[in-house]
């Protein structure tokens, strides 16, 4: 079975209907396939499912880039492990060498395990990651600095607050979809007495012009804006045989149409850094997460694209798993890996993790506690450890 993920428009998306076209297209369009063939009964026996996506994998900057391609992948590493008989092959292409792709993709293997497959040039590549072992350089954080935290009251939102207040005594701004109640009002009071001052603004993040306005808003109550951390997400935890396409586009979106339009309102803006918050899902996709994991992938090339032109620096995190900090649903994924050899990362190892990745020279940072079977299953050597090279920031421009 081939799924070709090729088409729409060459120039880059400009607005949010265009966004979702491109994910109706792709992997709504997929999983529309993969549901009607569960319903048939045909991954009940041997299937093999090759998928061919392009400009998703970009080699080097001068490469195209259509994000909306990578949430395939993202899919497919979802649906390979929830469908025992469905092995499954992710080949990217070059837009502008689709002629040789359909051969390469008849003899590209499917495997049980999918892992994406860049084919530039003829030459066939896959990701592989490699231990750094960070150099000390100073914080990225000002004190009192100005930061705009996208799902600022999530878990992770909620810890990075935490820090940047304890820390940095930062001036917050705290961005989610859900009305101020009282746990949130308590979440705020908190802050305040570790020493922050913060507001929290219900937007829709995946509107540029909302964001925008709270952009402005920032800036006019504070003069400034130091930097814009997202950690925006939806945990959708449902097998795709029982995932609606309504509950597939919520996970998608959440992380896909948040991150470029987190870009798009920042046009114009010379922030410190721009960081996102992203997961290891898109190394190893996990069972009930395909839309997560395809938002992920999505989210993850929007912040590579826009590091191309952007006049501040990007850095991605890709989080193992983090503590569940009391909620009794992530308690419950939490303990599923626990038990596979997955340990969650703490707040304090968190907030460390995330000032060497800042402070750092490399873009995309994997930041995960877990046993060596796991690391090697993720494709890391255990015997190779990069060491980063000192690096200095850029000087901190003032206020």
């Not at 469908?83 to 092959?89: D, E, V």
């Not at 925006?232 to 339009?261: F, G, N, Q």
Request: charged content about 25%.
């Amino acid at each position: 079975m081939y799924f070709l993920g090729i088409g729409g428009p060459r120039e880059p998306v400009d607005d949010r209907a265009g966004l979702h076209a491109e994910q109706e297209r792709g992997t709504v369009s997929l999983h529309r396939l993969v549901r009607g063939l569960d319903r048939a009964g045909l991954l009940d026996r041997p299937l093999a499912l090759k998928v061919l996506t392009a400009d998703g994998l970009p080699l080097g900057d001068d490469d195209a880039l259509r994000p909306a391609a990578a949430g395939l992948i993202g899919y497919c590493e979802v649906a390979a492990k929830e469908f025992p008989q469905l092995t499954a092959a992710c080949l990217d292409v070059r837009g502008g060498e689709l002629d040789a792709a359909a051969a390469a993709l008849v003899h590209e293997p499917a495997r049980a395990k999918v892992h994406a497959v860049s084919l530039r040039g003829g030459v066939r590549r896959v990701r592989a990651l490699e231990a750094v072992e960070p150099a000390a350089a100073p914080t990225r954080f000002r004190e009192r600095g100005v930061y705009l935290v996208i799902g600022g009251l999530g878990v992770l939102g909620r810890d990075t607050a935490r820090y940047l207040a304890r820390a940095h005594r930062a001036r917050l701004v705290l961005v989610g979809r859900a009305a101020l109640d009282e746990r949130r009002r308590a979440d705020l009071t908190a802050l305040q007495e570790l020493g922050a001052e913060v507001s929290y603004v219900p937007c829709d993040a995946g509107d540029p012009a909302a964001l925008r306005q709270v952009i402005d808003e920032t800036k006019e109550r504070f003069g400034a804006l130091h930097g814009v951390i997202h950690s925006a997400m939806v945990l959708v935890d449902k097998p795709i045989r029982e995932l609606s396409e309504a509950e597939l586009r919520t996970a998608l979106d959440a992380k896909a149409d948040t991150v470029w339009s987190m870009f798009r309102a920042l046009r114009g803006e010379r922030p410190d850094f721009v960081l996102l918050y992203s997961s290891a899902v898109t190394l190893e996709g996990n069972h009930g997460q395909a839309g997560y994991a395809a938002g992920c992938h999505v989210a993850d090339a929007w912040a590579l694209a826009a590091a191309r032109t952007a006049p501040y620096p990007v850095r991605t995190v890709n989080w193992g798993y983090w503590h569940a900090a009391g909620d009794a649903h992530r308690e419950r994924v939490l303990d599923r890996f626990a038990a596979a050899g997955i340990r969650p990362i703490s707040a304090a190892e968190g907030m460390a993790a995330v000032e060497r990745a800042l402070s750092g020279p490399l873009p995309q940072t994997l930041v995960v506690k877990a046993d060596p079977k796991i690391l090697t299953g993720l494709g890391v050597d255990p015997d190779a450890m990069l060491k980063a090279q000192p690096h200095r920031p850029a000087p901190i421009r003032p206020p």
